[in-house]
C-alpha cells in the first residue's frame, strides 16, 4: 500500500467516525484493496449504518446536455450504456463544466466530487477515447480529463438504481461508506432502503444479515438474489464482466456447487454436485467434466465419464428450454411443453437454479392448480434453503407464494386443516426473514405482517366459534 493509499484509508475511516459513530473503519487488504471493517459486534437482522446518497442522477430527455451526450454516444458508439457518461458527467463542478446557461442546474460542489473520486482506486487510467468525446465537445473547460475517467469508474463501479418517484424508477444514487464495501457471494449485511419525502432523498440502510464480530470484514453482494443463486461459474462470470474482478469467496471457493445438484445415475435418489473449476477464469461452461468423479451424496457412487456426459446432457438441454422462454419473454407454458419439463426435472435435478427457473415458468402454468402450485412452492423453499446458506429475500418470497397458494385451495377448513397451520407457519417465515434483511418498519415487511395477523385473526375467530358450538 502506497503513501496516498495508506491517506485515504485514514480519510476515509476518519469520515465514519464523525458521520457514523465509527461503527466501522477502513482497511486495506491485500488482494482486494480498502475495505470496510466491523468495529463493534453485530448481531443478526441490526442495523449497521444508515447513509443518504452522495449524488442521486436522472437521466433528463429533453435537457440540452443530456440530448447532445445521447447524440455523441450514437455518432461515436460509446461502449457502455449511456447512463455511467452521464452520470459522471454529472459529477463535474461547475468551473469544469463551463458557464453556460444551459448548465447552471448541473454541477457537483468540489467537496462532493472528492468523495467521488476517492471511490476510484489505482492510478493506472488512460483516457478512453469517450471520455476524450466528452471532453471535447461538452466539458471542454475540464482540465484533466482523468477527472472524468475516474468519475466515470466510480459510479460504473458503485452505482445503485434508485427509485425517485414512481413515473422515473430509473435514476442511479452513489454512497460512500457503502462504496468500500467488497463482495461476497455469502455476504455479511444486505442493503435496504427507506424511503424519504421530497426534503430528503431517503437512505440506504445496512442490516446485518449474520452475526458479525468485532474486526471482521463487512461484505455486501453485487449481485441480485436472483444471480446469487445461480451456480458458481455464472456467478463469477457476471462480476467480471460488470464489476472487472473474479470472485473468490467461500462459496466460489467451495470444491461441490450447491447450486448445481444433478440425481445420481446409479441410486437415483441421491445427488451429485458439479466441481467448481478452482481458479478458472473465463466464460462460464457447463461442462461433463464438472461431474466425471464426483460422488453421490446417499450411495457415495463415483459418477463415470459416460454417466457425466449424460447428466450433462440432460443439464444443457434445460438450460436451452429455460434461454428460450427468457428471450421469447414466454408467458405460460403449453400442456406439451410442462409436461416435457416436469419429466425432465423429475428424471435428473435434484439441487439446481436451472430447476428453480423452470418451476417458476411450471408456476404460471399452473396458475390456478393449487395443488401443483403447492408442490412447486414446497421445492423452491427446499432449493433455496439447501443452496443458499445465508439468508435472502427469495426466501421470504417463496414462503409468501407457498402461504398464498394454501389459503387458495378450495377445500381449505381453517377449524381443523394442516394447510391453515402450514400458511401460518409460511406468512412468519417470510415476516421473520424479511424483518431480518430489512427491518420491521420496510415496506416489505409490514405488508407480510399485516396479512399474518388477519389470517391469524380468522383462526382466532375461527376458534372462539367451535368452542362456542362444543358449549
Keep these: 500500500m502506497d503513501a496516498s493509499e495508506d491517506t485515504s484509508v485514514d480519510r476515509i475511516s476518519a469520515y465514519a467516525k464523525s458521520r457514523h459513530a465509527g461503527v466501522v473503519r477502513c482497511k486495506h487488504i491485500e488482494g482486494k484493496g480498502r475495505t470496510l471493517i466491523a468495529c463493534r459486534n453485530f448481531v443478526v437482522g441490526e442495523v449497521i449504518l444508515e447513509e443518504r446518497p452522495l449524488q442521486i442522477v436522472e437521466p433528463l430527455p429533453g435537457h440540452p446536455v443530456f440530448d447532445a451526450l445521447c447524440a455523441l454516444s450514437k455518432q461515436q458508439r460509446f461502449r457502455h450504456p449511456i447512463k455511467w457518461y452521464w452520470a459522471a458527467l454529472m459529477s463535474l463542478t461547475r468551473s469544469q463544466l463551463g458557464r453556460d ?14 468523495l467521488l473520486l476517492l ?17 471535447q465537445h461538452l466539458a471542454p473547460d475540464l482540465v484533466d480529463p482523468l477527472v472524468y475517467e475516474k468519475l466515470f469508474k466510480a459510479w460504473a463501479h458503485n452505482a445503485f438504481f434508485w427509485e425517485v418517484d414512481a413515473a422515473a424508477g430509473n435514476a442511479m444514487a452513489i454512497f460512500y461508506l457503502t ?19 421530497e426534503a430528503t432523498p431517503g437512505s440506504l440502510v445496512l442490516h446485518a444479515c449474520r452475526n458479525i464480530c468485532k474486526g471482521e470484514e463487512i461484505t455486501l453482494s453485487y449481485l441480485s438474489d436472483a444471480r446469487l443463486i445461480l451456480p458458481t461459474p455464472l456467478r463469477r462470470w457476471t462480476l467480471f464482466e460488470s464489476k472487472g474482478f473474479w470472485c473468490c469467496c467461500e462459496r466460489c471457493s467451495c470444491r461441490c456447487d450447491l447450486s448445481r445438484g444433478l440425481r445420481c445415475p446409479a441410486c437415483q435418489k441421491g445427488t451429485v454436485f458439479s466441481k467448481t473449476a478452482d481458479g478458472f477464469k473465463g466464460p462460464p461452461r457447463l461442462s461433463t467434466d464438472d461431474f466425471a468423479g464426483q460422488s453421490c451424496t446417499a450411495c457415495a457412487h463415483v459418477v463415470t465419464q459416460s454417466e457425466a456426459e449424460s447428466l450433462s446432457g440432460g ?51 399452473a396458475a390456478t392448480k393449487f395443488d401443483v402450485q403447492i408442490d412447486i412452492c414446497k421445492e423452491q423453499i427446499s432449493f433455496l434453503f439447501a443452496a443458499y446458506p ?3 429475500a427469495l426466501q421470504a418470497t417463496a414462503h409468501r407464494k407457498l402461504a398464498d397458494a394454501l389459503i387458495a385451495q378450495d377445500h381449505f377448513d381453517f377449524s381443523e386443516s394442516a394447510a ?52
Aim: hydrophobic residues 35%; negative net charge.
Design 101 to 114: 446557461i444551459e448548465r447552471r442546474d448541473m454541477g457537483l460542489s468540489a467537496a462532493q466530487q472528492q
Design 119 to 135: 471511490l476510484h482506486q489505482g492510478d493506472d487510467l488512460d483516457v478512453s477515447p469517450e471520455t476524450q468525446a466528452v471532453w
Design 315 to 365: 443439464e444443457a438441454l434445460l438450460s436451452e428450454m429455460v434461454e428460450e422462454w427468457e428471450v421469447d419473454e414466454k408467458g405460460i407454458l403449453s400442456r406439451e411443453e410442462a409436461t416435457e419439463t416436469q419429466s425432465l426435472l423429475h428424471a435428473t435435478f435434484t439441487q439446481h437454479s436451472l430447476a428453480f427457473q423452470a418451476r417458476n415458468f411450471l408456476a404460471d402454468f
Design 390 to 392: 445465508g439468508i435472502i
Design 179 to 197: 462504496s468500500f464495501m467488497s463482495h461476497s457471494c455469502l455476504p455479511s449485511c444486505v442493503v435496504g432502503r427507506y424511503q424519504g419525502d
Design 420 to 471: 391453515c397451520r402450514d400458511a401460518l407457519h409460511s406468512y412468519s417465515e417470510s415476516h421473520r426473514i424479511l424483518g431480518v434483511l430489512y427491518g420491521p418498519s420496510h415496506e416489505r415487511t409490514v405488508k407480510v405482517g399485516q396479512t399474518l395477523e388477519r389470517l391469524k385473526g380468522i383462526v382466532d375467530g375461527q376458534a372462539v366459534l367451535d368452542r362456542c358450538k362444543q358449549e
